[in-house]
């Protein structure tokens, strides 16, 4: 090539569209190159559908006093044309010279860059007689050739370089080397590339010589965009769409603008596969080496690119030559504002090469995208990877890809339900899939959905193998996550049983065995069988060695709820602690995390804190469908509203949840059963208790339940039930003295030796509230055992027994409800019916002043403000 360089590849192609077609070009306000060729070593003409960037000249002259200039920016930036326009408008002569092969050869470098300044002077040789066209300044120092060219012209010198990033010789790169190093007084060197030179140009950094423009100030702004769309005749596109389509890369506005010149109703967006911009695309891939093409091939199917993708990418598996960094550079890309690193192709350029790549190699698009999802896997982006694979029809790699996003994280799996939303064209319908589509609707919060496709499911294997049919390992995972977030026990118990068999163990990760014995911990906890529970936890134990960190959730949640099962607070409160706020999203793992350290802090009467834990799980839970978690959640926060003396408040609670979950563990059941029979004797409605407690599941939990009934019903039967209680936990003995301290024949001797040995189990267990939920008669009782006994557990819990007995006299306690009339109990049962006032009274052929003052009265006696709040309150009160 030249010294002169032709027009660029884009202005070739521009003007052979100009050429070919009847395209009328507007040509800015400005100073216009001429069309013919430009004078030896002078800038390049400038395209007459360019315009002027003031931003970026203004950016080029901020300090005269430098002597370096960097303009970087990938192909089709408008390097070349920002430098042109803005030497052509200063009065200073300026020396051009563009890069080429040739000039990798250090003797040819320096006589075309000699010739290039010495067309500058008018008259004769430069320096001593010698022409630099001739060659006959080879052995003169290049310093004292630009200075003799200042002196004669008496002014000083701009000498822009081209294409920089084509120079790879050593000895060449060596002769502007010393320019960036030492240029002379009067002499701008502007360095125009596609990627970073090597050329010190850190050195001229640090001495605070150098003036950079990057990639990204080349961008063209909103501004800019309106500028250039406004001298288009003929074709109105919006600023907005071409910001969007092209990112303000330059050639590809331009590839937007002629590719739409010759069709009536196109978008920057969709280009035509057979318009100028494909063209374009075409000769730039044809002429990129080997590597740079397989590596555009390959990532114009990634939403965005990183450093590490993007080495994964340009590894050439074959040992061939691989992308360069400096090639990747140079490839039009632009940053992600989201994402610090990231940086992404423009939209218009994304979807020409993935036409040209269509139209080239039909048959290496299934390859390319299975490259780029490898290489997506490789680097821990998953859910592109498994996009990549399911639209390369790689369906196994696909699902090996979403179990390591669950082995990982679970609730990343939500990623992939919001996946198979947006693109349910790419999503598989074989049997081998249905486990992932299963999980990633749990994820998502849509267990309904999930039961449904575990239905198909078995409809499908039912009729292909018969009733004794056998579950893949995925879709017994699948069934146990179900099972989990419904509080289905037996399915939950059998599913973990199938998944720790030997053989369906020998091709599981450690993690999902670890799981796996997890689960069968919470079936036997949820189940309320403690033993077993704690059975479970020992064989847990020994799978967890050797397993992944990953697992250690797992394995600590499995812990927490054996202590919840025992009541055992100190056992558990540190290592939840130390689980929580790790920065994980772990859906309704971290719901459970929540819960239990929500139950510990409420146990131990931090009251404050224990509530905002306890609203995020109950958040957490709705939010991915966890019943159990929800329920559980819900009882412990009406416990904390009733120890704060919002006694309907928590009845109110408990009761909606109880309707909203039937079909509860026994254990979870038990504690909201245990909740409102304690919520209901505080308010005097002892039948409802009695009603709470009847249809029970039998055990522990329901012996106690049924004394403290008979403690406020029938006295006299209530040391019979206490005695009949078999405890099966450590929490049931503790709970079991207490009620014997306060049987209404016990003897004083016998009432301060239950409860000094309920303190005795209960203090090494970490227990507080349940001492003090038991009322102000057991609190008095152990405000007295203090001063006959020293023990601290004593001590500590008589001064809480005080506090306890001090907030009760200020609190507002909420009475027994005072009983309504038949015609209010009739007005209550129709305000649920969303009726209004004159409706309700034409039904019970009374007038609307008299409807009114029913409803009055009934607010009065439920305590309420609105109609909605009484329908609540009447239907925890069982009146509705």
């Not at 020396?95 to 470098?109: F, G, K, M, R, S």
């Not at 374009?280 to 091939?297: C, H, V």
Request: some cysteine.
């Amino acid at each position: 090539m030249s010294v002169t360089e032709g027009p660029s590849l884009l202005h070739r192609v521009a003007v052979r569209a100009a050429a070919e077609s009847p395209l009328q070009v507007c040509v800015p306000a400005q100073k216009v190159a001429s069309p013919d060729a430009p004078a030896r070593g002078s800038p390049p003409p400038v395209p007459p559908f360019a315009i002027r960037r003031m931003r970026l000249e203004e950016r080029l002259e901020d300090h005269p006093d430098r002597h370096v200039l960097l303009v970087r920016g990938p192909a089709g930036a408008g390097k070349t044309v920002l430098v042109s326009q803005w030497a052509r408008a200063r009065p200073q002569p300026c020396a051009w010279l563009a890069i080429d092969a040739i000039h990798n050869d250090e003797t040819v470098l320096r006589q075309q860059l000699f010739g290039a300044v010495e067309s500058l002077c008018p008259g004769g040789p430069v320096v001593g007689g010698r022409s630099a066209s001739a060659g006959g300044i080879a052995g003169i120092p290049l310093w004292d050739v630009l200075t003799s060219v200042t002196q004669r012209l008496g002014a000083a010198l701009t000498i822009v370089v081209d294409d920089v990033h084509l120079l790879h010789d050593r000895g060449s790169r060596h002769v502007l080397e010393l320019l960036v190093e030492h240029p002379p007084d009067q002499v701008r060197l502007v360095l125009v590339s596609r990627s970073k030179p090597r050329l010190w140009i850190e050195r001229a950094r640090l001495r605070g010589d150098l003036v950079e423009i990057t990639p990204a100030e080349l961008r063209f702004e909103r501004a800019e965009i309106d500028a250039l769309a406004s001298t288009w005749t003929g074709r109105q596109l919006d600023a907005a769409q071409l910001e969007q389509a092209t990112l303000g890369w330059a050639a590809g506005l331009r590839l937007a603008y002629l590719d739409g010149s010759n069709r009536d109703t196109a978008s920057p967006t969709w280009p035509d596969p057979d318009g100028i911009a494909s063209g374009y695309i075409a000769e730039l891939m044809d002429a990129l080496p080997a590597a740079t093409r397989s590596f555009l091939e390959v990532t114009c199917w990634l939403p965005v690119l990183t450093e590490r993708l993007c080495a994964a990418v340009a590894a050439d598996e074959h040992g061939g030559p691989s992308t360069s960094r400096s090639e990747i550079e140079a490839i039009p890309a632009v940053p992600v504002p989201s994402r610090p690193g990231a940086f992404r192709h423009p939209p218009i350029l994304i979807r020409l090469l993935q036409q040209q790549c269509r139209r080239a190699a039909p048959r290496a698009v299934r390859a390319a995208r299975r490259r780029a999802a490898e290489a997506c896997r490789d680097t821990g982006d998953l859910v592109t990877a498994i996009e990549l694979f399911l639209q390369a029809g790689c369906t196994d790699e696909a699902a090996a890809s979403c179990a390591d996003l669950a082995a990982v994280d679970d609730a990343a799996l939500r990623r992939v339900d919001e996946l198979m939303v947006r693109r349910p064209e790419i999503t598989p319908a074989g049997p081998g899939w249905l486990a992932w589509r299963i999980r990633a609707a749990v994820s998502a919060g849509r267990v309904d959905e999930a039961c449904r496709l575990l239905d198909r499911a078995d409809a499908a294997a039912g009729s292909a193998n018969g009733a004794g049919h056998e579950d893949s390992p995925d879709l017994v995972m699948a069934r146990a996550v179900v099972a989990e977030h419904l509080g289905e026990v037996t399915d939950l118990l059998t599913s973990a049983d199938r998944l720790l068999t030997p053989g369906a163990q020998a091709g599981d990760s450690p993690g999902s065995v670890v799981r796996a014995h997890g689960w069968r911990v919470r079936a036997r906890v949820w189940a309320g069988d403690a033993d077993r529970a704690k059975s479970a936890m020992r064989e847990l134990d020994k799978a967890a060695v050797g397993a992944e960190v990953e697992a250690a959730v797992d394995i600590v949640l499995a812990r927490a709820w054996v202590a919840w099962c025992d009541g055992d607070i100190s056992g558990v409160a540190e290592t939840i602690a130390a689980r929580e706020g790790d920065g994980g999203d772990r859906g309704s793992r971290t719901a459970e995390l929540a819960l239990l350290a929500g139950w510990a802090r409420r146990e131990r009467n931090h009251l404050a804190k224990a509530v905002p834990l306890l609203d995020e799980a109950r958040s957490l839970a709705a939010v991915h469908s966890h019943h159990v978690v929800a329920a559980l959640a819900a009882s412990e926060l009406a416990r904390c509203h009733r120890a704060s003396g919002a006694g309907m408040e928590a009845l109110e609670l408990v009761a909606s949840t109880r309707g909203a979950h039937p079909g509860l563990p026994p254990a979870i059941d038990l504690h909201l059963r245990g909740t409102e029979v304690m919520v209901r004797l505080d308010l005097g409605d002892v039948a409802g208790a009695r009603a709470a407690v009847r249809d029970g599941p039998p055990g522990a939990d329901t012996q106690l339940l049924a004394a403290r009934v008979a403690l406020k019903e029938a006295p006299s039967e209530a040391r019979e039930l206490v005695e009949s209680v078999d405890p099966s936990a450590p929490r049931h003995v503790v709970e079991t003295l207490l009620l014997r301290a306060q049987l209404p024949d016990a003897e004083p001797e016998d009432e301060s030796a239950a409860v000094i040995e309920a303190i005795s189990v209960g203090g090494a267990l970490g227990l507080v509230r349940t001492f003090l939920d038991e009322g102000p008669a057991l609190n008095r009782r152990l405000s007295d055992l203090a001063l006959d006994h020293a023990d601290r557990d004593v001590g500590h819990l008589a001064a809480l027994a005080c506090h306890e007995l001090d907030l009760a006299t200020t609190r507002r306690q909420t009475g027994p409800i005072e009983q309504l009339t038949a015609r209010e109990l009739a007005v209550l049962r129709m305000l649920p019916l969303r009726m209004s006032n004159r409706e309700m009274a034409a039904q019970l052929y009374v007038s609307v002043n008299t409807l009114k003052t029913h409803v009055r009265a009934i607010y009065r006696k439920l305590d309420v403000p609105h109609r909605s709040a009484a329908v609540r309150r009447a239907t925890a009160l069982q009146l509705v």
